[in-house]
C-alpha cells in the first residue's frame, strides 16, 4: 500500500482537505482560518466551523500574552498534556493546573464546591497566568467570571470551551453575553482536545510571525 509518510505533508494535505470542505471558510479572518482547521482537525468535525466563536481582537490578545511569555491555566490535566511541549519551550511559556494540589483538595471537602472552582480561584490570584483554557469544568468558567467580575484583570483571555450535559451550554452562553476576550464553542460541545487545539493553533500562529 502507498501512503504518505512524511508528517508535515499529511497535515498540509489535511488542512487543505478541510479548507475545501468548509462551508464558508472566508467568514474567518486568516488566523481564525487556522483556529477552526486545527480544531476540525483535532476532532474530524465539521459542526465546530458553525459552533466556535471569537470575540474581536481575541486572537491578537493572545499572541501578546504568547509573547510576554504569559503563564497558562488549563482546568485538566489532559490540556497541559496535549499543549504542544516544543513551541511551549520556543515561547518560554508554562502551563498548570492546580486541581490536585493538596491546599485545593482540602479547601473543595471544606466548603463543598468542586475542586475546579477552588483551582480557578487560586490560578486567577496569581496574576502571571493570563491565559485560560477550560475544557472540562462548566464550574470554573462560571466561577472565572464572577472573579473577573469582582475583581477585573484586563489582560486575561478566556478559551471557555467545556463539554458536556450539566451546565456546560449554559456557562458557555453567560461567556458569550460578557465582553470578556474569548474563544468559546456554542452548545454541548467542546473538551480538552479541542482546548488544547485551540492553544497549539495560536502557538504555531505566534511561530509563523516571528
Given at each position: 500500500?502507498?501512503?504518505i509518510?512524511?508528517?508535515m505533508?499529511?497535515?498540509n494535505?489535511s488542512m487543505?482537505i478541510?479548507e475545501?470542505?468548509m462551508?464558508?471558510p472566508?467568514?474567518?479572518?486568516d488566523?481564525e ?5 486545527r480544531v476540525i482537525?483535532t476532532?474530524?468535525?465539521f459542526e465546530y466551523?458553525k ?14 500574552n ?9 482546568d485538566t490535566?489532559m490540556i497541559a498534556v496535549?499543549?504542544?511541549r ?6 518560554n511559556m508554562?502551563?498548570?493546573?492546580y486541581?490536585h494540589?493538596e491546599d485545593v483538595?482540602i ?11 477552588v483551582a480557578m480561584?487560586k490560578a486567577?490570584?496569581?496574576t502571571?497566568?493570563?491565559v485560560?483554557?477550560?475544557g ?8 472565572l ?5 469582582a475583581?477585573p484583570?484586563?489582560d486575561?483571555v478566556i478559551?471557555?470551551?467545556?463539554v458536556?450535559?450539566v451546565?456546560?451550554s ?8 460578557t465582553?470578556?476576550?474569548h474563544?468559546?464553542?456554542?452548545g454541548?460541545k ?5 482546548a488544547?487545539?485551540?492553544?497549539n493553533a ?8 516571528v
Amino acid at each position: 500500500m502507498d501512503y504518505i509518510k512524511k508528517p508535515m505533508e499529511i497535515e498540509n494535505g489535511s488542512m487543505a482537505i478541510i479548507e475545501a470542505e468548509m462551508f464558508n471558510p472566508g467568514r474567518f479572518s486568516d488566523d481564525e482560518l487556522k483556529v477552526v482547521k486545527r480544531v476540525i482537525h483535532t476532532t474530524a468535525d465539521f459542526e465546530y466551523e458553525k459552533l466556535i466563536t471569537f470575540s474581536d481582537g481575541v486572537i491578537d490578545k493572545l499572541l501578546a500574552n504568547v509573547n510576554n511569555a504569559s503563564k497558562i491555566y488549563a482546568d485538566t490535566n489532559m490540556i497541559a498534556v496535549a499543549v504542544n511541549r516544543v513551541l511551549l519551550k520556543k515561547t518560554n511559556m508554562e502551563i498548570v493546573n492546580y486541581v490536585h494540589d493538596e491546599d485545593v483538595v482540602i479547601k473543595a471537602k471544606e466548603l463543598s464546591i468542586t475542586r475546579s472552582m477552588v483551582a480557578m480561584e487560586k490560578a486567577y490570584n496569581d496574576t502571571s497566568i493570563k491565559v485560560f483554557l477550560i475544557g472540562n469544568a462548566p464550574t470554573a468558567l462560571i466561577r472565572l467570571m464572577e472573579l473577573m467580575e469582582a475583581k477585573p484583570r484586563e489582560d486575561v483571555v478566556i478559551v471557555g470551551v467545556p463539554v458536556g450535559f450539566v451546565g456546560a451550554s449554559e456557562s458557555k452562553d453567560a461567556l458569550l453575553k460578557t465582553n470578556y476576550p474569548h474563544i468559546s464553542i456554542v452548545g454541548r460541545k467542546g473538551g480538552s482536545p479541542v482546548a488544547a487545539a485551540i492553544m497549539n493553533a495560536v502557538l504555531k500562529i505566534q511561530q509563523e510571525k516571528v
